[in-house]
């Protein structure tokens, strides 16, 4: 597991259709844009909205602020967390969250939507971690910088491709 910043989490759900059913995907992404945590739940109430803040923080520890939306279901659950003082929302707070929807939206739309929970958690899972590794600012280093951090993940990923190819051609 990567060392992860606490300083500052958006959290945002989205819904999502699977077999004409709505379901919301809870995401949970840092102050630098990258995908901590996804859940889908049915519903969209302080239950679920305590669930995903409970799995996120076992994983990653508390961070100092959570940023949201107007929905009070996190207010809700993070008084049962005991610190409610952490929460901020406001109308554009959230704007990191709700940017790093349209990555998910663009491929969901060339799926052509779900069928089934268990291949929509595969793909988000899947998602989050290409898109994680892959998304690299590139106002924050040089050019010749960018440019190797993104050979080698690209390296990686190939690695990573062709083990399981293997493993795939042993079963």
């Not at 901590?36 to 803040?53: G, H, I, N, P, Q």
């Not at 959570?66 to 929905?71: A, E, G, P, R, S």
């Not at 008084?79 to 704007?95: H, M, Q, S, Y």
Request: with cysteine; charged share 30%.
């Amino acid at each position: 597991m990567r060392c992860y910043s606490n300083w500052r989490w958006h959290l945002d759900e989205v819904f999502v259709k699977i077999n004409g059913e709505r379901h919301y995907l809870w995401r949970a992404v840092d102050h630098e844009g990258e995908v901590l945590e996804s859940f889908v739940t049915k519903r969209r109430d302080k239950v679920a909205a305590f669930k995903f803040m409970k799995k996120a923080m076992k994983r990653y520890g508390q961070p100092e602020v959570i940023v949201t939306d107007k929905l009070r279901s996190y207010g809700a659950a993070m008084k049962v967390f005991g610190n409610a003082v952490r929460l901020e929302t406001g109308r554009w707070k959230n704007n990191r969250a709700e940017n790093s929807h349209l990555p998910f939206r663009r491929r969901e739309r060339g799926m052509h939507r779900f069928r089934r929970m268990r291949s929509f958690q595969k793909f988000v899972s899947v998602h989050a971690s290409i898109f994680n590794h892959f998304n690299q600012d590139r106002s924050l280093s040089k050019r010749c910088h960018f440019k190797l951090n993104r050979t080698a993940a690209l390296a990686e990923w190939r690695g990573l491709c062709a083990a399981l190819r293997t493993v795939m051609l042993a079963l």
